[in-house]
């Protein structure tokens, strides 16, 4: 059966179809010149409308695409759609039979997915979604027909929702299985660290993504969370202890964690590491090969000496290379360099030995050639970073011979080798789950270990622990941008807050966060504090009036609560704390710089050296040329780090925080600190 165009019609109307043809299961539209086949499962829908003279039929077709005849008889027009729509419909109602059993299919596999008990991971919403995809390209019918159908209906819109909003689903169904699972477990939140953990914690410790950062403020337990997270997939089987791979940036930490971990999970299969022991495992036994770690590494004396005899003696030797050096501190370092064979100079030489080993530890860091640190260098600083790089070649040769001599390797050695192992697919990977501590202050090399690690085993979940507010080491390669940009650098998957700190009172947590969040690049989450405070546990002080607070402290702080006296730099220490032992003989006080005291904490804190100048805090930019290209890339904003310093060192204290600050030369930071509510007072 057919329709045409009148012969008037066909004339005024200028349309390229002018013919349609019924066929078996679909229809053909023709003109002069063109050819349209529509099958009946590329057709959403037929519309019959009358012009003014003549009928027009109109086939939709997915993509908002439109075909339409004009210039047929209105009667005939009638006919041909009313018999068209009933082979159509006929048509349509059978294939929605063989399309209700491929969406059922769907919503079995969805169902299954919503009833199981375990997190649902994003990674495996793509395979859902892409079953979904298949599935409606296996349906007869366009896909947007699928509404019509009553048989069809609520399976399609429950298939659209998992497309069109995945996210969202996954999310509430992670979210009840969560409550669900916290609370039918909840005889191990309770006990299986010293006191029961809070909603935060556990909502952390369940969270099953192949990725997870999670933001552990100050004092908020993250330690427990990390025991209780290795406790959990053992008690889910998971894995078993050996699949599970602890990694502290310390020795002492990882030792800490073993400890806590065989207390409260009773196994000692579960193992911390370093970094550098994982290295050392991966190279044992991918190479079968024990390497041996270079005494440098572990006796700064010799270290310190092979450096700075390499350097006089480069000096010595070459009136080029004695000049690139005088050049070198004078003009960057802004230093006071005698004359003559300035080399010889004792104390210059101490004093420039500290800088040969940062720069020589970012360049072994570095692990590229020469060329390659250049060529990593911006071209405007390009030259003069070939000049540095050409100075310090001789000390890299002389370390690298020492280490031959030694048969031995350094740490950084240690890590490339292990990678380079990794890479090449000569190791076996027993770990399933790999934790993280401290995870603000991995650098780029060892995130590189991380995931050459993950590579070898794709279902290797990745569970990092840290605070971007506590990241402190900068200056020893760290990159804070791995943890603010963890998606990126380690897949999708969740970022959980714990939300509450069992050590500081509500006051220094307002003002310790106020100060930290005022980077807007620092990362938002909520900390609160289980105790109340007031005004005065954050207050600012003369520094004259030191030997006055500790004379007030004596009257009321007990023998086992400690007072921590932190500084930005060693020399800062008050003198007055010579005589402390005689006169506050009662008095639990000790000393530390600000990056010692990261993980400590104490009743009360004493914060000095609050001035401007070259040894004030904030630390003025004293980087290097090849620091600034070997370091990980400065942030946009006014002391971010210094600013997390203080944060840090605030942020140690339960009861209260002073701030000691010169009034002749006040830091910068003391006028911030007075402008979100800290009182400077005259006197304790």
């Avoid at 064979?341 to 020589?360: C, F, H, P, Q, T």
Wanted: aromatic content about 8%; hydrophobic content about 40%.
């Amino acid at each position: 059966m057919e329709l045409k165009s009148t012969s008037f019609g066909k004339h005024l109307a200028q349309h390229p179809y002018n013919r349609v043809r019924l066929l078996n299961a679909g229809v053909e539209v023709s003109g002069d010149k063109h050819h349209y086949l529509i099958p009946f499962n590329q057709l959403i829908q037929i519309r019959c409308k009358r012009g003014i003279v003549w009928g027009e039929l109109e086939f939709e077709l997915p993509e908002q695409k439109v075909v339409r005849l004009h210039g047929t008889e209105w009667q005939e027009t009638q006919r041909f759609y009313q018999y068209l729509l009933n082979i159509w419909q006929t048509w349509s109602q059978e294939m929605s039979g063989v399309s209700a059993s491929v969406l059922h299919g769907q919503i079995e596999k969805i169902t299954q997915i919503e009833q199981q008990d375990k997190w649902f991971k994003r990674a495996d919403l793509a395979d859902v979604q892409k079953d979904i995809q298949e599935a409606f390209s296996a349906v007869p019918v366009p896909v947007e027909r699928l509404n019509d159908f009553d048989n069809c209906r609520d399976d399609y819109r429950t298939c659209l929702r998992w497309l069109e909003q995945g996210k969202r689903s996954v999310t509430q169904r992670n979210l009840a299985w969560t409550e669900r699972v916290i609370a039918d477990n909840r005889d191990f939140f309770d006990t299986v660290e010293v006191s029961p953990l809070n909603e935060s914690q556990c909502r952390a410790v369940v969270n099953g993504e192949d990725s997870v950062l999670v933001l552990a403020g100050a004092g908020s337990g993250k330690t427990s969370v990390l025991v209780a997270r290795a406790g959990w997939l053992l008690r889910r089987q998971e894995a078993l202890p050996e699949q599970i791979l602890l990694l502290a940036f310390g020795r002492q930490a990882a030792d800490e964690m073993n400890t806590r971990i065989k207390e409260r999970l009773h196994t000692d299969g579960i193992k911390a590491k370093t970094f550098h022991a994982l290295a050392l495992q991966i190279i044992q036994e991918g190479s079968k090969k024990a390497p041996k770690i270079s005494k440098l590494e572990t006796d700064a004396k010799a270290r310190r000496s092979l450096l700075i005899k390499t350097w006089q003696q480069q000096c010595a030797e070459k009136k080029v290379q004695a000049s690139g050096w005088r050049q070198w501190m004078t003009d960057e370092l802004e230093w006071t360099v005698p004359e003559g064979d300035y080399w010889k100079n004792k104390s210059l030489a101490e004093r420039l030995g500290s800088r040969l080993e940062r720069w020589l530890s970012l360049m072994r860091m570095h692990g590229g050639s020469q060329a390659e640190m250049i060529e990593s260098a911006p071209e405007e600083v390009r030259d003069l970073f070939t000049k540095r790089i050409r100075l310090m070649a001789p000390l890299m040769k002389a370390w690298k011979t020492a280490l031959k001599d030694e048969g031995a390797v350094d740490f950084s050695g240690l890590i490339h080798q292990a990678v380079n192992i990794l890479e090449k697919g000569r190791f076996v990977s027993p770990w399933k789950h790999i934790l993280v501590d401290e995870f603000q202050d991995i650098s780029p090399q060892r995130a590189l270990l991380l995931s050459a690690l993950r590579k070898l085993n794709k279902h290797t979940s990745l569970y990092a622990v840290g605070d971007d507010w506590q990241a402190i080491y900068r200056f020893s390669g760290a990159e804070l941008s791995l943890t603010t940009a963890f998606a990126t650098n380690f897949g999708e998957g969740a970022q959980c807050e714990l939300d509450t700190t069992y050590r500081f009172n509500d006051r220094i947590g307002e003002i310790a966060n106020k100060f930290v969040q005022q980077n807007p690049y620092q990362l938002k989450k909520p900390l609160n504090s289980l105790t109340k405070g007031n005004k005065k546990n954050v207050v600012i002080l003369p520094e004259d009036q030191m030997e006055k607070l500790l004379d007030k402290l004596s009257g009321y702080v007990t023998a086992d609560e400690r007072i921590l006296v932190l500084a930005r730099y060693h020399h800062l220490r008050p003198q007055i704390l010579e005589k402390a032992a005689t006169r506050w003989p009662k008095l639990n006080l000790e000393f530390m710089t600000i990056h010692a005291s990261k993980g400590q904490q104490a009743e009360y804190v004493i914060i000095v050296g609050l001035h401007e100048g070259n040894d004030g805090f904030p630390a003025a930019a004293r980087e290097s040329l090849l620091e600034e290209v070997l370091l990980p890339e400065p942030e946009d904003f006014m002391d971010a780090e210094e600013r997390r310093l203080l944060y840090v060192a605030m942020t140690r204290a339960k009861h209260q925080v002073w701030l000691m600050q010169d009034k002749q030369r006040p830091s910068v930071f003391v006028e911030q600190l007075e402008n979100i509510g800290v009182p400077a007072q005259r006197k304790p």
